[in-house]
């Protein structure tokens, strides 16, 4: 089992930053692909950034490109999340994840491709 904690939500101005952390233990951080995802009542959980067990590929959305960049330290086995420019449409129940992946350079980000999920952070940006 490996778990995940996720810290670092909070509310914030629209405008504003603020950085996810994701702390993982259990398993070998490094052996996998991480992402973070999004969810608020009603729709689905979301990918807004993913990245691969050894860090050198990314993805991310339109919604979020250009204002969000997701990175790792695999000696702190912790993944982050900085959030730029945020908007009132960012506010979200965040969750990080880990997927178990044998090429170190691919990146995950369908839902279903996730082994293991954190507890979820909250982040509210106000108008």
């Known amino acids: 089992q490996m778990q995940l904690v996720e810290s670092g939500g909070g509310l914030v101005q629209a405008g504003g930053s603020l950085r996810l952390s994701c702390t993982a233990s259990?398993?070998?951080?490094?052996?996998?692909?991480m992402g973070w995802f999004r969810q608020v009542p009603g729709k689905e959980r979301e990918c807004v950034a993913a990245?691969?067990?050894?860090?050198?590929?990314?993805y991310y959305p339109d919604s979020v490109k250009g204002r969000f960049t997701i990175s790792r330290e695999n000696a702190k086995n912790t993944v982050y999340l900085q959030m730029n420019s945020l908007k009132p449409e960012d506010t979200a129940i965040y969750y990080c994840a880990a997927d178990a992946v044998w090429d170190w350079v691919a990146v995950t980000t369908t839902l279903a491709g996730y082994d293991y999920w954190g507890q979820g952070t909250q982040v509210t940006v106000s108008s």
């Open positions: 990245i691969s067990a050894v860090g050198d590929n990314t």
């Open positions: 259990g398993r070998t951080f490094s052996s996998y692909a």
